[in-house]
């Protein structure tokens, strides 16, 4: 059995990858020359005060891989598979601080002609992770009963 080896230009694409990847999280791969398959596994970890409110950010944590998976499958135009998304229970540091993990695995097939788009997207999302884990996540906004401004009298 022969053993075709992947042209340079999917090498390069792997390596185009494998920094992006790197970012926050990690690549896996196979040649199928003419593609490229990429299996993806990207971490998105928030910081967090206390277990309790490492339960009360699981749903919001849930929700933003959710919509983090819709836009990977969005900006390749469904090339990405569907991604899944797994939440960590929480995790404690040994200098008493706690964690979330989120985790989205996904996979695709690169061609020349799906090289840009997928990059796109997964540059992306792996950008997303990278702001989360440095940012954190964001207050929940909290409605405010009272009307903003001066009373009016009637």
Do not use: C
């Not at 791969?29 to 490492?54: C, G, I």
């Not at 996979?107 to 440095?134: M, P």
């Amino acid at each position: 059995m022969i053993q075709v080896q992947p042209s340079p230009k999917l090498q390069a694409l792997l390596k185009d990858f494998q920094q992006i990847a790197s970012l926050s999280g990690y690549v896996n791969h196979s040649f199928d020359p003419p593609q490229l398959r990429l299996f993806f596994t990207l971490y998105a970890r928030v910081m967090v005060a206390s277990p309790a409110e490492a339960l009360r950010l699981t749903p919001r944590l849930q929700a933003w891989g959710e919509a983090l998976a819709v836009r990977l499958r969005e900006g390749s135009s469904s090339a990405i598979m569907p991604p899944q998304v797994q939440i960590s229970p929480p995790q404690a540091l040994p200098d008493g601080r706690d964690y979330l993990v989120a985790t989205l695995t996904f996979a695709t097939k690169v061609t020349d002609s799906s090289y840009l788009r997928i990059r796109t997207a997964v540059l992306a999302a792996y950008q997303d992770a990278l702001k989360l884990r440095e940012g954190g996540m964001k207050p929940e906004a909290v409605e405010d009963p009272a009307p903003s401004g001066p009373l009016q009298d009637a």
